[in-house]
């Protein structure tokens, strides 16, 4: 059993579960998705981003790339989120974007997980 592809298995699965809690739910309503969910969902993405820098194969070409577009839209989330919590008042468009923000970096990581699995399966012993 390879230890590295354990963790960073782990860490890419974990980015695409917290990203997915934070997603389900009515997308108008930001009283259903929780802050510190975002937030999770943004540092386990930036780790398993760190954790695919390595790989220099066009599989990990392709799962770093991934992962950039999940963390790109997860940051641009929060950002919005901070942003609009303190200069604006969030009402549903906002609401909206920033959930749909969120559905977009849950694509990527679904991506992500799917060559992931993908590549397990073709590898040989």
């Known amino acids: 059993m390879n230890l590295d592809k354990v963790i960073s298995g782990f860490f890419i699965i974990l980015a695409m579960t917290l990203n997915f809690g934070f997603f389900y739910g009515d997308l108008t309503d930001l009283e259903v998705h929780s802050k510190y969910e975002l937030f999770a969902a943004l540092v386990v993405n930036i780790i398993a981003t760190t954790l695919k820098i390595g790989d220099k194969t066009q599989l990990g070409s ?9 963390d790109i839209q997860l940051i641009a989330a929060a950002s919005i989120w901070t942003i609009a919590s303190y200069a604006y008042a969030i009402d549903k468009e906002i609401s909206s974007v920033i959930i749909s923000l969120s559905g977009g970096a849950l694509l990527a990581n679904i991506t992500s997980v799917l060559l992931y699995i993908g590549d397990t399966l073709k590898s040989k012993r």
């Open 62 to 70: 392709v799962l770093l790339a991934s992962s950039f577009v999940a």
